[in-house]
Protein backbone atom coordinates (compact mmCIF):
# COMPACT_ATOMS: atom_id res chain seq x y z
CA UNK A 1 0.00 0.00 0.00
CA UNK A 2 1.43 3.72 -1.05
CA UNK A 3 1.70 6.27 1.92
CA UNK A 4 1.32 10.06 1.61
CA UNK A 5 2.56 12.52 3.08
CA UNK A 6 0.28 15.44 2.21
CA UNK A 7 -0.14 19.13 3.51
CA UNK A 8 -3.15 21.12 2.72
CA UNK A 9 -4.02 24.88 3.41
CA UNK A 10 -7.29 25.99 4.92
CA UNK A 11 -7.40 29.62 3.16
CA UNK A 12 -9.67 31.53 4.85
CA UNK A 13 -10.42 35.71 4.53
CA UNK A 14 -11.01 38.33 6.43
CA UNK A 15 -14.59 37.66 5.99
CA UNK A 16 -14.41 34.13 7.22
CA UNK A 17 -14.78 32.29 3.78
CA UNK A 18 -13.06 29.46 2.96
CA UNK A 19 -11.28 29.32 -0.39
CA UNK A 20 -12.38 25.29 -2.15
CA UNK A 21 -11.29 23.84 -5.16
CA UNK A 22 -12.73 20.82 -7.22
CA UNK A 23 -11.00 17.99 -7.78
CA UNK A 24 -10.55 16.90 -11.44
CA UNK A 25 -13.14 14.16 -13.18
CA UNK A 26 -9.88 11.74 -13.74
CA UNK A 27 -8.45 11.74 -10.00
CA UNK A 28 -8.75 9.74 -6.88
CA UNK A 29 -11.95 10.56 -5.28
CA UNK A 30 -13.02 12.71 -8.87
CA UNK A 31 -15.11 16.16 -8.22
CA UNK A 32 -15.25 16.30 -4.62
CA UNK A 33 -14.23 19.99 -2.99
CA UNK A 34 -11.50 20.35 -1.19
CA UNK A 35 -9.18 22.60 0.82
CA UNK A 36 -5.99 23.17 -2.13
CA UNK A 37 -2.73 21.30 -1.23
CA UNK A 38 -0.63 18.26 -2.40
CA UNK A 39 1.87 16.09 -1.81
CA UNK A 40 5.04 16.85 0.72
CA UNK A 41 8.18 15.73 -1.00
CA UNK A 42 11.31 14.22 -0.37
CA UNK A 43 13.44 16.15 2.05
CA UNK A 44 10.26 19.19 2.58
CA UNK A 45 8.79 19.67 6.25
CA UNK A 46 5.12 19.85 5.92
CA UNK A 47 4.94 23.85 6.11
CA UNK A 48 7.35 24.02 3.23
CA UNK A 49 5.16 21.51 1.18
CA UNK A 50 2.42 23.87 1.61
CA UNK A 51 3.81 26.79 0.95
CA UNK A 52 5.17 25.29 -2.69
CA UNK A 53 2.01 23.65 -3.19
CA UNK A 54 -0.10 26.68 -2.55
CA UNK A 55 1.87 28.47 -5.29
CA UNK A 56 1.58 25.96 -7.95
CA UNK A 57 -2.48 25.56 -7.18
CA UNK A 58 -3.58 28.85 -6.53
CA UNK A 59 -1.00 31.16 -7.11
CA UNK A 60 -0.38 32.71 -3.31
CA UNK A 61 2.67 33.32 -1.06
CA UNK A 62 1.92 31.74 2.02
CA UNK A 63 3.11 34.59 4.72
CA UNK A 64 1.43 32.81 7.48
CA UNK A 65 0.28 29.48 8.30
CA UNK A 66 -0.47 27.82 11.43
CA UNK A 67 -0.82 24.22 11.91
CA UNK A 68 -4.31 23.29 13.16
CA UNK A 69 -4.31 19.11 13.13
CA UNK A 70 -3.69 16.33 11.23
CA UNK A 71 -5.50 13.66 9.98
CA UNK A 72 -5.01 9.65 8.88
CA UNK A 73 -7.27 8.09 6.58
CA UNK A 74 -6.52 4.77 4.78
CA UNK A 75 -8.27 4.16 1.16
CA UNK A 76 -8.29 0.68 -0.58
CA UNK A 77 -5.07 2.00 -2.75
CA UNK A 78 -3.52 4.24 -0.51
CA UNK A 79 -2.78 5.41 3.14
CA UNK A 80 -2.62 9.09 3.90
CA UNK A 81 -1.52 11.77 6.13
CA UNK A 82 -2.88 15.22 5.97
CA UNK A 83 -1.29 17.82 8.18
CA UNK A 84 -3.73 21.08 8.20
CA UNK A 85 -3.11 24.67 8.35
CA UNK A 86 -4.72 27.05 8.70
CA UNK A 87 -3.62 30.53 6.16
CA UNK A 88 -4.99 33.68 6.85
CA UNK A 89 -2.02 35.98 5.60
CA UNK A 90 -0.89 35.53 2.00
CA UNK A 91 -0.01 37.45 -0.97
CA UNK A 92 -1.58 37.48 -4.04
CA UNK A 93 -5.30 36.10 -5.04
CA UNK A 94 -6.07 32.76 -5.20
CA UNK A 95 -7.22 31.18 -8.29
CA UNK A 96 -7.30 27.77 -9.57
CA UNK A 97 -3.91 27.62 -11.70
CA UNK A 98 -4.73 24.32 -12.74
CA UNK A 99 -8.01 25.25 -13.93
CA UNK A 100 -9.63 23.69 -11.61
CA UNK A 101 -13.20 25.01 -10.98
CA UNK A 102 -13.22 26.95 -7.31
CA UNK A 103 -14.97 29.07 -5.17
CA UNK A 104 -15.40 30.76 -1.69
CA UNK A 105 -17.67 29.37 0.91
CA UNK A 106 -18.77 31.06 4.29
CA UNK A 107 -16.91 28.64 6.64
CA UNK A 108 -20.16 27.73 8.87
CA UNK A 109 -22.04 26.51 5.46
CA UNK A 110 -18.65 24.40 4.30
CA UNK A 111 -20.99 20.69 3.45
CA UNK A 112 -18.50 17.84 4.97
CA UNK A 113 -20.49 15.48 2.07
CA UNK A 114 -18.38 16.83 -0.55
CA UNK A 115 -15.36 16.51 0.46
CA UNK A 116 -12.68 13.39 0.59
CA UNK A 117 -13.42 11.73 3.86
CA UNK A 118 -10.05 12.42 5.35
CA UNK A 119 -10.83 15.85 5.47
CA UNK A 120 -14.68 15.44 7.40
CA UNK A 121 -13.54 15.95 10.68
CA UNK A 122 -11.49 19.04 10.07
CA UNK A 123 -14.59 20.72 8.02
CA UNK A 124 -16.82 19.71 11.00
CA UNK A 125 -14.55 21.31 13.32
CA UNK A 126 -14.92 24.58 11.21
CA UNK A 127 -18.27 24.56 10.61
CA UNK A 128 -18.42 24.60 14.66
CA UNK A 129 -16.28 27.51 14.77
CA UNK A 130 -13.47 25.35 16.65
CA UNK A 131 -10.80 27.43 14.29
Given at each position: MKHLQVAVGII???KKEIFLTQ???????ANKWEFPGGKIEAGESALEGLTRELMEETGIVVTEALAVGTANHTYQEVSV?????LVEQW???PWGKEGQP????????LNADEFPPAN????ERLV????
Open positions: RNDRASTSHMILHFYGGEQRWVPQTHIEMVRGEL
